[in-house]
């Protein structure tokens, strides 16, 4: 990224994770000038790391030199409110990184306090669910695999064997060849080979990441994506618009400036958030409303798992990242994920599973000195992603924490309804179950034992409110107390899902740029501030897709 001043854009969209790649190619559709500055590198399938050891490419630390798909912050705080976030990193945002699953939430989502009295949520989002599943071809798990048939049987013996069904994924699994599903426009695809490596990004060609749908066509439809181009202010300007400050990533020399009229943050929760808090604490965004930060979600989740000891014996990572998943009671979801061959670092994470409500470094060293062989055992992560599964457990509960901006970077507090948890004992069940079936042991994270979980779905901060006293944006997405600025991701999200989130992200997405105008039209929307009413969608002048192709855009109004 060169010195200088780039203009001539319409919109300046910040990230490109699902938020921002939707958005990109919806008002490149309508004639803007699209500018995308994301902070990671431009992956292709060759470049992405063959394992999750190739540090340089797998883990985001810039500052180190390491440029990968794998970001993980540490949010701290007052006691029972931190949590470890895993998010996503370069072109293409998390879709490079996550588990391709996509599932609609259940229907406590859409009557959520936060939001429910502006409008029939489940009605006026089911098009754009429809749409977003065909732009991310969305199909079921075709292949019933080893670590299904353990996840049956945990389910079996918690009384939900009902439950178990294979997981609705974005993977191609049908033959090498042509565009499946963009009419000839997208990119050629290679079928599935089920390797399980989807969570190191996929190198064959068959994982539906945004680079290879949404992104793709924005690109081809006129969009310009900056890479390694780092965020750092959003000023406006006295003539109206924004001035966009971006340095090189992981360089404080190299400096470019973007002007726009319209500015659009989808960096994810954690930077949008951390963006925000900075504008409006520095003075440069002062008007943001004081809602920033609060109903911030972890979808109420933990990320435990279990392990065979024995090395021998049917490999558990066969097939996608996740095939299928459970529901041992009516809020608690648990989905099994795995890596590929060789991908064996996430173990260092583990450790022996120790329940919540007591001193639990204390009850960790009782059962280690009770136990110290199989202490040791956590040492060895010969063959870790073969004989062991990942147990993601997400909750549609309403506990939120509230996040705020500190000395040194975002700090947690208690927030709106429940605490959030600290353990999930169905999950802790489930995990102890499972290893009984494999003949092995569970386990948790040496994080869980400060009670700190882990989530790979941090989401809200910048919830849709009906006003600025109930939310940070409207709700056709644009921040409260300044024109032309808008939230387009996953820090929209007022509620916890429940499931994994980007589908409805997508929706959100897709939802809020079906308003936008074509370029040089009068804008539909009614002025920021005023009460919210339903809006005819706008139909593109220049569809990206073939109207005949499985994807094409399909607009309906309510």
Known sequence: M????????????????????????????????????????????????????????????????????????????????????????????????????????????????????????????????DQARRMLGVTVNPTRTPADEVMLKIAERMGAGATFRLAPVGVYFGPDGVDPYFGGAGPERRGCVECGQCMTGCRHGAKNSLTENYLHLAERAGARVYAECTVTSVRPLP???????????????????????????????????????????????????????????????ALLGFERLSRGGEKFNTGVAITSSIHPDAETHIEPVRYGDGSNAMGLLRTLLIDGGRNRWKAFAREAARRPLHALRLLDLRGWSERSLIALVMQAKDNSITVRSGRFGLRSARGHGEPNPTWIPAGHEAVRI???????????????????????????????????????????????????????????????????????????????????????????????GSAYRPLAPVAPRSPAVPATAPAALRLISR
């Not at 916890?496 to 009068?522: C, D, H, K, Q, Y």
């Open 239 to 301: 003539s109206g618009g924004y001035e966009v400050l971006a340095r090189r990533t992981g360089s404080a020399r190299q400096r470019r400036l973007f002007t726009a009229r319209q500015v659009i943050f989808a960096t994810g929760t954690w930077g949008t958030q951390r963006l925000l808090h900075r504008l409006r604490d520095d003075g440069t965004l002062p008007r943001i409303s004081p809602r920033l930060g609060t109903l911030t979600r972890t979808n109420s989740e």
């Open 2 to 129: 060169a010195e200088g001043e780039v203009t001539g854009f319409d919109v300046v969209v910040i990230g490109s994770g699902f938020g921002g790649s939707v958005s990109a190619l919806r008002l490149a559709e309508k004639g803007h000038r699209v500018a995308v500055l994301e902070a990671g590198r431009r992956f292709d399938r060759s470049t992405l790391p063959a394992t999750s050891w190739r540090l340089r490419d797998f883990l985001w630390a810039p500052w180190l030199g390491l440029k990968g798909i794998q970001r993980i912050h540490l949010l701290r705080g007052e006691k029972g409110t931190g949590v470890l976030v895993l998010a996503g990193a370069g072109v293409g945002g998390g879709s490079l990184v996550y588990a391709n699953t996509l599932y609609e939430p259940l229907d406590p989502f859409y009557r959520d306090p936060q939001w429910a009295s502006i409008t029939d949520w489940k009605g006026e989002l089911a098009p754009y669910y």
């Open 434 to 528: 499972g290893a009984e079936e494999v003949g092995g042991e569970p386990r948790g994270s040496w994080l869980d034992l400060f009670d700190i979980p882990a989530t790979a779905h941090f989401l809200g901060g910048c919830a849709i409110g009906a006003s600025p006293d109930e939310g940070v944006i409207d709700p056709y997405h644009r921040l409260y107390g300044y024109e032309g600025l808008h939230v387009v991701d996953g820090s929209a999200v007022a509620a916890n899902l429940g499931v994994n989130p980007s589908l409805t992200i997508t929706a959100l997405a897709e939802r809020a740029m079906a308003f936008w105008p074509n370029a040089g039209e009068p804008d539909p929307r009614p002025p920021l």
